[in-house]
């Protein structure tokens, strides 16, 4: 099987250059419109889809984010593995801006997203223990190694709704409970690219230390800006190193993310909604087929 990899960008990211045969293709989803079209093409010999998360333009907020229909569109495009890039604060004094964190755990405090494909009508249930796929993160770790960016291996994203940051209480607590880095986009995506069943990593790109750190009250928005645009920066080259780590010639993730519905799936055949069953038709298409 060929590797197809989908890379989703955040903030700043927006493309992915040195892509072959670049060709933007609109991709329709029965979730609704996805954030933008899918650039597709191959980066040294590796085919990838890239979507931008807020679309071009960073039209959409993190709420208005349809991550059902952006899951679904890569899924139809033959995407086969995902590497997330989100832009985030620190919590930690140890990751400053600049710090690409290879998270691998995450805590979903979103409440205003639709965060699974099944319903009512067809039922399952998919394990998030380990969230993110450790082949690709170790495979972003080497490249990150490779191109010079400052890194960190492992670590808990803290997902809240937005578009509002933290209050400084907020903070704090986040800090008491051990999480590592905040954002506002990785949550429900990981959910979602597990009940598609493709393997998913983060690169958390540190913009700013959250309000928690002393300093914070004397950042400028144009200091965010330009770590915003430094870290964009990196994370085009830390595709472009990736690529050949990953290779065309595609191996399965050790935590069996390929095969995870053979086992998730509640409702039997003669109960499912069919026009549930219908809109599935991409997520759960290897599953009926079997």
């Not at 219908?278 to 079997?290: D, F, H, N, T």
Request: glycine share 8%; charged share 20%; proline share 7%.
């Amino acid at each position: 099987m060929r590797t197809t990899l989908g890379v989703i960008g955040g903030s700043g990211v927006y493309d992915i250059e040195g892509l072959e045969d670049a060709e933007w293709r609109a991709v329709e989803s029965p979730w609704g419109e996805p954030s933008d079209a899918l650039l597709c093409g191959r980066l040294q010999g590796v085919n990838m889809v890239f979507l931008p998360r807020h679309g071009r333009g960073h039209r959409l907020t993190p709420s208005a984010i349809n991550y059902r229909a952006n899951i679904d569109a890569l899924k139809r495009a033959g995407v086969t593995d995902i590497i997330s890039l989100s832009a985030c604060g620190s919590l930690r004094e140890d990751l400053p801006p600049g710090t690409f964190v290879m998270v691998d755990q995450f805590i979903d405090m979103t409440y205003a997203r639709e965060k699974s494909f099944f319903g009512p009508g067809f039922v399952a249930h998919v394990s998030m223990a380990h969230p993110v796929c450790p082949r690709l993160s170790a495979a972003l770790g080497a490249a990150a190694e490779e191109v010079g960016a400052p890194h960190h291996m492992g670590g808990a994203y803290l997902t809240i709704e937005g578009p509002q940051s933290s209050s400084l209480a907020e903070s704090r607590l986040y800090r008491n409970w051990g999480c590592d880095v905040i954002g506002m986009t990785n949550m429900p995506e990981a959910k979602l690219a597990r009940e598609a069943e493709i393997p998913y990593a983060t690169v958390a790109m540190v913009t700013d230390f959250d309000c928690w750190h002393p300093d914070h009250d004397h950042v400028q928005v144009s200091d965010v800006i330009a770590a915003l645009h430094s870290n964009a920066d990196n994370a085009r080259q830390l595709v472009a190193a990736i690529a050949p780590k990953l290779g065309p010639e595609r191996t399965a993730s050790p935590l069996g993310i390929e095969r995870v519905l053979d086992s998730a799936i509640l409702t039997p055949p003669g109960e499912r909604d069919p026009a549930l069953v219908q809109k599935l038709s991409a997520i759960v298409g290897r599953v009926m087929k079997a």
